[in-house]
């Protein structure tokens, strides 16, 4: 009796440990993000998200491993993954792929790109002027430009960059969602 009542008892601290890292942000031993929406997102209507609630979700899953085609935290964003995943955790009907993305919002020139802004780039082959990849507008200001998105380069995942000569090379077009933006 004393055994069945002290594995109970394990399995529901277990239990309660889990749900908690679930709810309360990042595991710190898995480094597993949040994966319910942010409570702002469910407070604002879609039209209304104000963009340091949206950017600060982003955050939360800095760190998530680039995975191709894939748009889940638990096993991994591409770019347009990363994107949509977080666009639709504040009720943006948004595309799957970085193509569409030219087809969405407000054009922005780059000057004007505000933080929860979209940026699109070309594909990183040379000969390519298609549209190969997305990110979110990090912070645009003193001409310190960041951009956060999920990448398969060397930091292989999601991290904030800084819009250097080469992604200024493959710089296509910012489109805005994010309404309050326009303000």
Same mark, same amino acid.
């Given at each position: 009796?004393?055994?069945?009542?002290?594995?109970?008892?394990?399995?529901?601290?277990?239990?309660?440990?889990?749900?908690?890292?679930?709810?309360?942000?990042?595991?710190?031993?898995?480094?597993?993000?949040?994966?319910?929406?942010?409570?702002?997102?469910?407070?604002?209507? /879609? &039209?209304?998200?104000?963009? &340091?609630?949206?950017?600060?979700? /982003?955050?939360?899953?800095?760190?998530?491993?680039?995975?191709?085609?894939?748009?889940?935290?638990?096993?991994?964003?591409?770019?347009?993954?990363?994107?949509?995943?977080?666009?639709?955790?504040?009720?943006?009907?948004?595309?799957?792929?970085?193509?569409?993305?030219?087809?969405?919002?407000?054009?922005?020139?780059?000057?004007?790109?505000?933080?929860?802004?979209?940026?699109?780039?070309?594909?990183?082959?040379?000969?390519?002027?298609?549209?190969?990849?997305?990110?979110?507008?990090?912070?645009? /200001? &003193?001409?310190?430009?960041?951009f956060i998105h999920c990448t398969s380069g060397k930091e292989y995942g999601v991290t904030i960059t800084a819009l250097d000569d080469?992604?200024?090379?493959?710089?296509?077009?910012?489109?805005?969602?994010?309404?309050?933006? &326009?303000n």
């Open positions: 009796m004393r055994k069945n009542l002290s594995t109970a008892l394990m399995v529901f601290c277990l239990l309660t440990l889990s749900l908690n890292t679930v709810y309360s942000g990042v595991n710190n031993k898995t480094n597993t993000p949040k994966f319910f929406p942010p409570p702002s997102a469910r407070r604002f209507g /879609a &039209d209304s998200i104000p963009p &340091d609630s949206l950017i600060k979700f /982003a955050q939360n899953l800095i760190g998530t491993h680039y995975r191709t085609a894939s748009s889940s935290p638990l096993k991994g964003f591409d770019c347009s993954g990363f994107v949509g995943y977080v666009f639709k955790s504040f009720h943006f009907d948004v595309p799957r792929s970085s193509r569409d993305f030219i087809n969405i919002g407000k054009k922005i020139k780059l000057a004007d790109a505000k933080p929860g802004d979209i940026i699109l780039f070309t594909s990183p082959h040379k000969r390519s002027r298609k549209i190969g990849h997305v990110g979110i507008v990090y912070c645009n /200001a &003193d001409s310190e430009f960041q080469k992604y200024k090379r493959r710089f296509v077009q910012v489109v805005r969602l994010l309404k309050l933006n &326009d």
